[in-house]
């Protein structure tokens, strides 16, 4: 017995590809979201300290709240699918920017794992861009 992993249509059938692709959209959109998500409740919960720590690196901390909106809505816009790949591009943003204020330190190697994750993160999203929301998404509705 073997199994084959060819991506071709039979007489109307989805091929295994095509509906591995269709299942794993949703949990990619919640675990992309996720960090996006927590931290942005997090933020509520450490309001003063955060602020101080955009403070620290130049960025006002009157933005907070906007980023705390920002980081809840466009999360929960992405989990949903709605306006998915205008929520990931933006996201993928967001991390990009966020990471080379908060992280880039090239003699840090933690400062620099944690830039590379941003950049990880935003592929992810960029991915979501590229290929849309999939078919369990708002964006998809009849």
Do not use: C, W
């Not at 071709?8 to 998500?37: C, D, H, K, Y």
């Not at 907070?64 to 466009?74: D, G, H, N, Q, S």
């Amino acid at each position: 017995m073997s199994i084959t992993f060819d991506d071709t249509n039979r007489a109307g059938s989805s091929s295994f590809v095509e509906q591995a692709s269709r299942a794993a959209m949703v949990p990619a959109r919640i675990m992309l979201s996720s960090i996006f998500l927590i931290s942005g409740a997090q933020k509520l919960t450490a309001y003063e300290a955060t602020a101080g720590y955009m403070n620290a690196f130049g960025v006002p901390g009157a933005l907070l709240p906007a980023v705390i909106v920002f980081e809840i809505a466009a999360a929960l816009a992405l989990i949903v699918g709605y306006k998915a790949r205008v929520a990931a591009f933006l996201l993928a943003g967001f991390s990009i920017l966020a990471g080379a204020i908060f992280h880039f330190d090239p003699a840090d190697q933690i400062q620099t794992i944690m830039l590379l994750k941003n950049v990880a993160i935003a592929g992810g999203l960029l991915a979501i861009v590229a290929a849309g929301p999939g078919a369990l998404s708002l964006d998809r509705r009849g």
